[in-house]
């Protein structure tokens, strides 16, 4: 999608440029006779310009909307390449766990957190009344 847009408005800054070089070289060749004919000469020239300036913008334009998303497309890759390294560090912690270690700190962690449900109740049922 993006080259055939970068591809399409430098066809048409081609197409533009080519007529506007026409326009120039008729201009050119034909002779320049007072006043008027200088008008026409200046006129010409001017538009042929004028075409040449706008085809050109059209195709930096275009430029910079792809580059915009090329820059998108660099900055989500970057994004997944984290996001893959970060997976492949779990996956590897995963697969490298020692199952007898884990099911000690598991069990540990699980007393600590009886432990602290029951202070828990305990102080919950306390009263100022227990104070006296």
């Not at 070089?21 to 000469?41: D, K, S």
């Not at 195709?59 to 792809?66: A, C, I, K, Y």
Request: charge should be neutral; include cysteine.
């Amino acid at each position: 999608m993006q080259a055939s847009l970068y591809f399409r408005a430098t066809f048409y800054c081609l197409r533009i440029s080519r007529s506007s070089a026409a326009t120039i070289a008729v201009a050119l060749e034909t002779p320049v006779n007072g006043a008027a004919g200088q008008a026409r000469f200046n006129n010409a020239m001017n538009r042929a310009l004028t075409d040449i300036d706008q085809s050109a913008n059209s195709v930096l334009v275009t430029l910079s909307g792809v580059g915009a998303r090329i820059n998108a497309i660099d900055s989500q890759k970057a994004a997944n390449d984290a996001y893959t390294l970060q997976l492949q560090q779990t996956l590897s912690s995963v697969q490298d766990l020692d199952y007898a270690s884990a099911a000690s700190q598991l069990n540990a962690q699980l007393l600590a957190l009886q432990a602290a449900q029951q202070s828990f109740a305990k102080v919950q049922r306390l009263t100022l009344f227990d104070y006296l």
